[in-house]
């Protein structure tokens, strides 16, 4: 059926051309049987091959217009695919002279869309398994935390409370001696708050537990632009649930970012927005900072090759946007898919 289907495309473009010679050769005939005598007048002749010619060009459009429209839905077909619409199919006729064609182009794209799925499954897993990882290590290191309290913190208040309960004592009988006691009070008291301050810094709080991702960035957001004086503005815009792998990982691409931001970007303006199209997840990181060229990329690579790598785990993509002067904008697209991934027999 197939075979027969591809030849239709051959034999189509033959009567094409079978058309347009009949047409010539029966004006041709027409003219030399009625029309012999007009033939000497120049004027005659001159209209007589304009309108071979127009209906010959007639004939050749109406044939390129079928075959340009068929190539113009393979490129749109082909150009939804490679902005992320996986779903992007040819609708083919009962009879189909691109069939070939069309039939390879739409099992290309079924196998695209079951890989990337099944790629952003895999992506999700790995995602949770280094959250899992990530709450063994966090519960390792409250162990080490409580460790290190008792061994420094706790001890160095021990030490402060003895010398406090004995400055009474020295007041009443030996109050030269007082003096060097409440500068070493000062002293350990100063040594405590520097090594809580030490500790304090080493805590890692989990911003999305037992959050979304929209309920963490509205309480994170504002926070962390006022503590590095930025004018934030947080447009997030998702009418369904999402996974939690996928919001990790955004999570983690906007702390990424936003990082990038206050080291590299000496902007006073940052806009984050998150938004759902039919078949993609979409983040938007823009600032109003120096921005950079192309050549200068490698001062922040390590930052935006993390957002690469995290982005490529659900089968996405980033796309950076900057000009000096002008700002930057970070785009990520990461693919959305409405039902779980079937795998069947592919020929």
Known sequence: MHKLRMFNMKWQLLGYFFISSLLTVSSIYIVLEYYKEQLNSWDFRMWFLIAILV???????????RWQRKVDELYLAMLE????????????????????????????????????????QLGEAEAVRDQELTENAVMEERRRLARDLHDTVSQELFAIHMSASSLPKILERKPDAAPAVMNQLIQMSHHAQKQMRGLI????????????????????????????????????????????????????????????????????????????????????????????????????????STMRERAQKLGGEVEIDSKLGSGTRVRVRIPRFTGPVEFANQR
């Open 81 to 120: 695919l490679s902005k992320g619409n996986f779903s992007s199919r040819i609708e083919m006729e009962p009879v189909e002279p691109f069939l070939y064609l069309y039939d390879a182009f739409n099992n290309m794209a079924t196998a695209v869309e079951k890989r990337v799925q099944l790629l952003q």
């Open 201 to 304: 810094s080493q805590l890692r709080p989990i911003e999305l537990n037992d959050m979304s991702l929209q309920e963490a960035l509205e309480k994170w957001f504002p926070e962390y632009c006022r503590a590095h004086e930025l004018q934030g503005q947080l447009d997030v815009s998702l009418h369904g649930a999402i996974s939690e792998a996928i919001e990790h990982q955004f999570f983690l691409i906007i702390q990424e970012g936003l990082a990038n931001v206050v080291k590299h970007a000496s902007a006073k303006e940052v806009r984050l927005t998150i938004y759902e199209r039919e078949h993609q997840y979409v983040l938007q990181l823009q600032d109003d900072g120096q921005g950079f060229e192309r050549s200068d990329i490698p001062s922040a690579s390590h930052g935006l």
């Open 55 to 65: 209906v010959c060009l007639s004939v050749g459009y109406v044939a390129t217009r």
